[in-house]
């Protein structure tokens, strides 16, 4: 198929918001795919320092926050924020218990007094922070001290199967012009000595940076297509390529990723989990 033969010429791509239509496929697609396992595992490490409060960041559509509130004590208050509206509007019809909050907020500047949470969090948030100190500093304001400032990225594209597939299926569709959203800004902030440097000058101690490798696996290969195409905002610069064939283009990744690793695919996953505490 000739994607690029038949579309206009892209002159620079940015991130898109999350909007509606984002939103709700990356709920239903991507969150099983690639979030859910990820936030098992958050929540038990969050676990471990027994928060009485709460304050998630970029918590997209909950799926972080779903996992805290199941593991966390139900005492717990747990504030969940994210500076897209409508992922909001997606996540927090699913989480209607009491102590659970969800508010519009930048991670950046964050709308809290000083010293109130136990726990700043943020599950693969931290690669789209234009500012990630200032990001990192905002955490440690409104932490007790003590408090602990836990966040997870994901490792390198290379160690992610189905972005890997992904992003090179893309880049053969349009060689001259690849969409680069996935190694642009979520598999981008990979290296660990850099990661922990950044925390570190921001005021955090005893910082920690553990590899955590899972396997995802999806109940088609078109799942993972249309999670990564058109779940993300890597629908946008699609969509600028080549603007009346996304459905096409979907076909082809999936076909791409069927192949590779399967009619119902497997697919190995790296992220890395970030830790400090608040002086």
Not at 24 to 38: D, M, N, S
Not at 233 to 239: A, G, S
């Amino acid at each position: 198929m000739d994607i690029e033969g038949a579309t206009r010429a892209a002159s620079g791509s940015s991130i898109a918001p999350f909007e509606e239509g984002v939103a709700e496929l990356y709920e239903t697609l991507l969150v099983p795919i690639l979030f859910e396992p990820y936030a098992s595992e958050m929540a038990i490490v969050a676990d471990r320092s027994k928060p009485g409060s709460v304050l998630e960041v970029a918590a997209g559509t909950g799926a972080l926050t779903r996992a805290l509130r199941a593991t966390l004590d139900p005492a717990t208050e747990i504030v969940a924020t994210d500076l897209s509206q409508a992922m909001i509007d997606v996540g927090a019809p699913s989480l209607t218990m009491s102590r659970t909050h969800w508010m519009h907020a930048d991670a950046q500047n964050l709308p809290f007094a000083p010293s109130m949470f136990d726990l700043v969090v943020c599950q693969f948030g931290v690669m789209f922070f234009p500012d990630k100190l200032k990001a990192y500093g905002e955490a440690k304001r409104v932490l007790r001290s003590g408090g602990r400032f836990l966040f997870s990225t994901w490792g390198s594209l290379s160690a992610n199967d189905f972005a890997r597939c992904v992003d090179e299926c893309l880049a053969s569709l349009f060689p001259s012009d690849p969409p680069d959203f996935l190694r642009r800004l979520p598999y981008s902030y990979v290296d660990p000595r850099l990661i922990k440097a950044h925390v570190a000058s921001a005021g955090f101690e005893a910082v920690s940076c553990d590899r955590v490798k899972l396997t995802s696996v999806a109940a088609t290969a078109h799942d993972v297509a249309a999670a990564f195409c058109q779940g993300t905002p890597l629908r946008r610069e699609i969509e600028w390529r080549a603007p009346e064939h996304i459905s096409e283009i979907v076909d082809e990744v999936a076909e791409r990723v069927g192949s590779r690793h399967g009619a119902r695919p497997c697919g190995g996953m790296s992220a890395l989990i970030v830790a400090g505490r608040a002086p």
